[in-house]
Nanobody
């Protein structure tokens, strides 16, 4: 059974850091494009960051550029999202998603997002003032 599980969420003060991890079971993440998404209360889900399978291309939402970094750890079969200088507006449930399309991340443009085949259940991040 193919499964994604997010971890690393929690409560942090503004300016702090968290590292989210997306772990896979049943498949190897290196062969998939992986996206991190978030959904804040009352808002639509948005794509925060993404990394291609084939060429390492990465995407970041404008509001997180310079603060968030996506990376693969193939030995652990995880894709991590390092989040620094967190702001209260980063508060949301964060989800990771995977899709076998090799260059899917290149379709992200800050408005909506393409369909990803596999999704995790999410991890809550709360950034206090």
């Amino acid at each position: 059974q193919l499964q994604l599980v997010e971890s690393g969420g929690g409560l942090v003060q503004s300016g702090g850091s968290l590292r989210l991890s997306c772990a896979a079971s049943g498949f190897t993440l290196d062969y998939y494009s992986i996206g991190w998404f978030r959904q804040a209360p009352g808002k639509e889900r948005e794509a925060v960051s993404c990394i291609n399978s084939s060429d390492g291309f990465t995407y970041y939402l404008d509001s997180v550029k310079g603060r968030f970094t996506i990376s693969r750890d193939n030995a652990k079969n995880t894709v991590d999202l390092q989040m620094n200088s967190l702001k209260p507006e980063d508060t949301a449930v964060y989800y990771c998603a995977a899709d076998p399309l090799l260059r899917l991340c290149e379709l992200l443009d800050g408005v909506g997002y393409p369909q990803f085949k596999y999704w995790g259940q999410g991890t809550l991040v709360i950034v206090s003032e």
